[in-house]
C-alpha cells in the first residue's frame, strides 16, 4: 500500500510540475508588476523597448502568422456520432450442445462422407475446444447453419451478411435520425466474405445513397480491420469537409464454417459467431455536441514481414482440398510480441510525462546493468487510459494481453463478458466491448477507452477515443436484457461459467 500511495504522489508531481512551477513564478512576476511605478515603465520602454522594435516587430508578426497558420492546418477533430451493434433473434441463440450439433451436421452433409461421420475422436476435440473457450449458451449461429441439413451455401452465407449489416444500419439511422443520402463516406470490412457486387454496394442499394459516395470494401484483414476502417475514414474526414463517414464492420461463418480433420483448422469454428457493427462519424463542428467520443489517436502495426507472424493465421486447403483457417501454436507468442510494438508507438502519445521517464530510466538502467535489471518498465497504462476493449479473439487472448499490460480483471471484463455472450464476432467485437461499458454505466465525460484489435497478417491496431459526455447505453443495446447477469464467473481451468447474481437478479 505505501509503494502504492509514494507512486501516486510522483505521479501527481511529475504530471503537475508545470503548475506547480507556473503559478508561484506567476505569484512572483505579478508581486513584482504591482510595485513598478510609471517612471519604471517609461524607463523600461526608452531603454529597451524603443531601441528593439526592429527585432520585436518582425518576431510578433512571426509569432502571429504561425499561430494563423497551425489553427488553419490542424487536423479537423472526428466524431463518433453513434454506433450500433447487431443482436441476433432469439431463435439464433446456439448453446455449447446446439454449436456440435451443428458440427455435426456439416460433416454430415459433406458429400465425401457420403451421409456418414462415425469419427468421434474430433468430436471429443471440439467439445473440450468449446468448454475453455470462455464462450456461454447464448452465442448466436447463423440460420442457414441451423437448418437440418445445413445450407453452406452462397446464398445463405449473402443471407446472413445481408441481415447483420441491414440490422445494424437501420438501428444505426433510427438513433442519430440522419438521411443516408447526407452519408459522403463509407468503409466496410468483411474478411472472409467478399461477393460481387461488394458489400459496400449492397449498402449503397439499399440505403439508396448518393451516387458520389466516396465507397471502401476491405477484404481479408482479419479481425483487426474494424480499426483499419476507423483509421481510413478518419483520414478521409481529414480531407473532405462537413460531411459524415460510415464504417460498417462484420464476418461471415455460413461460408467459412470448416467441415474437414484438421485440427488447426477446427479451432475457428469453436469461436467465431455472427455479429457485426455500424459505426457513424462525423467531421461537422455542430456535431460534437450530440456526439459520443472523439477520436484522438489510431496506430497500426503490421509485422507480415515475419515469417511466423504471417502464417500463424492462414487460410488454405488440408489434406483433403477443404477450405478452412488454420491457427498455429504460435499465434498466443506472436499477439504478444506484436501488442508491444504497437504499445511502443502509443505509449509515448498516451502516457503521462511521469511513466514516460520511469520507463526510460530502466531502458537505461538494462543497458547500462544487464544482469542486474532483468525486465524493461511496464507502463501503468491505466493512469492514461480508462476503460479497455481488447479484441475478444479467446481466453488466451484477452489472457495474454491482461499479464502483459498488467491489467486488473475489472479492466478485460468487458472483453471476458463478450467473448461470452457473443463469441469472437471478429472485427465489430470491440464495438460490443464498448457497449457494455456504457451498458453498465462506467463511461464518464472525459474517460479515455483504447480498442486493441488483433488479426491475421499479423496485425495490432489500437484507436483511443475520449468522452465527451457522460455517454449513457444507446437505444436497442445488444445487452439491453441481459446486462444484469454480468460478469460471469469463470473458471481459469475448465472454462466453464457461473452467473455472477448482481443487483437482486439473476
Not at 478521409?236 to 464504417?247: I, Q, S
Amino acid at each position: 500500500m505505501t509503494s502504492v500511495n509514494v507512486k501516486l504522489l510522483y505521479h501527481y508531481v511529475i504530471t503537475n510540475l508545470f503548475n506547480l512551477c507556473f503559478f508561484p513564478l506567476t505569484a512572483i512576476v505579478a508581486g513584482k508588476a504591482y510595485r513598478l511605478t510609471k517612471d519604471d515603465l517609461h524607463h523600461l520602454y526608452y531603454s529597451y523597448l524603443q531601441h528593439n522594435l526592429i527585432t520585436i516587430a518582425p518576431l510578433f508578426a512571426f509569432t502571429v502568422f504561425g499561430s494563423v497558420l497551425y489553427i488553419a492546418t490542424r487536423p479537423k477533430p472526428v466524431y463518433l456520432v453513434e454506433y450500433s451493434c447487431y443482436l441476433p433473434p432469439t431463435h439464433c441463440r446456439s448453446s455449447i450442445s446446439k454449436v456440435m450439433d451443428i458440427f455435426y451436421q456439416v460433416r454430415k452433409a459433406d458429400p465425401s462422407r457420403n451421409g456418414t461421420c462415425d469419427d468421434s475422436s474430433w468430436l471429443d476435440f471440439l467439445r473440450k475446444i468449446q468448454e475453455r473457450s470462455g464462450l456461454g449458451d447464448e452465442t448466436h449461429g447463423p440460420e442457414g447453419l441451423l437448418q437440418v441439413p445445413p445450407r453452406k451455401t452462397f446464398a445463405a452465407a449473402r443471407e446472413e451478411t445481408e441481415q447483420v449489416i441491414i440490422g445494424a444500419l437501420e438501428n444505426l439511422f433510427k438513433n442519430t435520425n440522419v438521411n443516408p443520402k447526407d452519408i459522403g463516406i463509407l468503409v466496410v470490412n468483411s474478411s472472409m466474405f467478399n461477393p460481387t457486387p461488394s458489400l459496400s454496394a449492397m449498402v449503397v442499394n439499399t440505403f439508396k445513397l448518393r451516387s458520389n459516395v466516396r465507397s471502401f470494401n476491405l477484404g481479408g484483414m482479419g479481425c483487426s480491420a474494424g480499426v483499419i476502417a476507423i483509421d481510413l475514414a478518419k483520414d478521409l474526414l481529414h480531407v473532405h469537409k462537413n460531411t459524415y463517414a460510415l464504417v460498417v464492420s462484420t464476418e461471415n461463418t455460413t461460408y467459412n464454417i470448416y467441415a474437414g480433420d484438421n485440427r488447426s483448422m477446427m479451432v475457428s469454428n469453436c469461436l467465431f459467431r455472427v455479429g457485426g457493427a455500424a459505426i457513424l462519424l462525423s467531421n461537422k463542428p455542430g456535431d460534437r455536441r450530440r456526439s459520443k467520443y472523439e477520436l484522438v489517436h489510431t496506430v497500426r502495426t503490421h509485422t507480415g514481414a515475419d515469417d511466423k507472424s504471417f502464417r500463424c493465421v492462414q487460410q488454405g486447403d488440408d489434406e483433403n482440398g477443404k477450405i478452412g483457417v488454420s491457427l498455429s501454436k504460435d499465434i498466443t507468442d506472436v499477439a504478444g510480441r506484436t501488442v508491444k510494438k504497437n504499445i511502443a508507438t502509443l505509449g509515448p502519445l498516451i502516457l503521462p510525462l511521469s511513466e514516460k521517464l520511469l520507463f526510460f530510466v530502466t531502458f537505461m538502467g538494462k543497458k547500462l546493468f544487464k544482469d542486474k535489471i532483468k525486465h524493461y518498465y511496464v507502463p501503468d497504462f491505466k493512469l492514461a487510459i480508462d476503460h479497455f476493449c481488447i479484441h475478444a479473439g479467446g481466453r488466451a487472448v484477452i489472457d495474454v494481453l491482461e499479464k502483459n499490460l498488467a491489467l486488473a480483471p475489472i479492466d478485460v471484463e468487458a472483453s471476458r463478458s463478450t467473448l461470452h455472450r457473443f463469441g469472437n464476432t471478429s472485427s465489430s467485437s470491440i464495438w460490443y466491448e464498448l457497449a457494455y461499458i456504457e451498458a453498465k454505466g462506467r463511461m464518464k465525460k472525459g474517460n479515455k477507452v483504447w480498442q486493441i484489435a488483433l488479426g491475421s497478417g499479423f496485425k495490432c491496431n489500437s484507436a483511443v477515443w475520449v468522452a465527451l459526455n457522460n455517454v449513457k447505453a444507446s437505444t436497442n443495446s445488444p445487452w439491453e436484457h441481459c446486462i444484469d447477469r454480468y460478469p460471469v464467473k469463470i473458471d481459469s481451468d475448465s472454462g466453464k461459467s457461473e452467473t455472477r447474481v448482481q443487483n437482486g437478479r439473476s
